[in-house]
């Protein structure tokens, strides 16, 4: 899959909007959602910003949607986004379980111990990570699930 391989052309543009869509709720493991990516020869930008963009209205306006066929139709139709702003992908909403992590570390830990500590948080197929600064990583999903304190613990250690 090309949207997982650092080789590809695409790989850019794929990454800048991941964890956003991720957020809304695309499943990228779904074979539909992959064969979808994987056919856009043209438009992928704006596919995806429409599809962030179209989500944003829907939830404003308290409206049920499916963002993996919402993706899809996006990629098939090659959407045009109608109102993008790149400050979208700084709101709450669209922040993934590891951005929330990263900030909620900050009034855990402080700025200097979370810098200390955290070397990055990142994706690798389509699971979130954190890489310590010790050499060791941990699932996203499983920091939240520990105590502040444990985690500090690993991630000193």
Not at 94 to 121: H, I, T
Not at 127 to 154: D, H, P, S
Request: hydrophobic content about 45%; proline content about 2%; aromatic content about 18%.
């Amino acid at each position: 899959m090309w949207f997982w391989s650092q080789d590809s052309v695409k790989y850019d543009i794929f990454k800048q909007y991941e964890r956003a869509l991720i957020a809304i709720g695309v499943n990228f493991s779904l074979e539909e959602v992959q064969i979808s990516l994987e056919g856009c020869t043209y438009g992928l930008e704006d596919a995806l910003r429409s599809t962030i963009d179209y989500v944003l209205w829907l939830e404003k306006n308290d409206l049920q949607f499916f963002p993996n066929a919402i993706l899809i139709s996006a990629v098939r139709e090659q959407w045009k986004p109608k109102a993008w702003r790149d400050e979208y992908l700084e709101l709450p909403l669209l922040q993934s379980a590891g951005q929330r992590w990263w900030n909620a570390a900050v009034s855990q830990w402080e700025y200097d111990v979370r810098n200390r500590l955290v070397a990055d948080v990142f994706y690798d197929n389509g699971q979130e990570f954190i890489q310590f600064t010790n050499g060791k990583e941990m699932l996203v999903e499983t920091a939240w699930r520990w105590e502040w304190e444990r985690v500090l613990e690993y991630a000193s250690s």
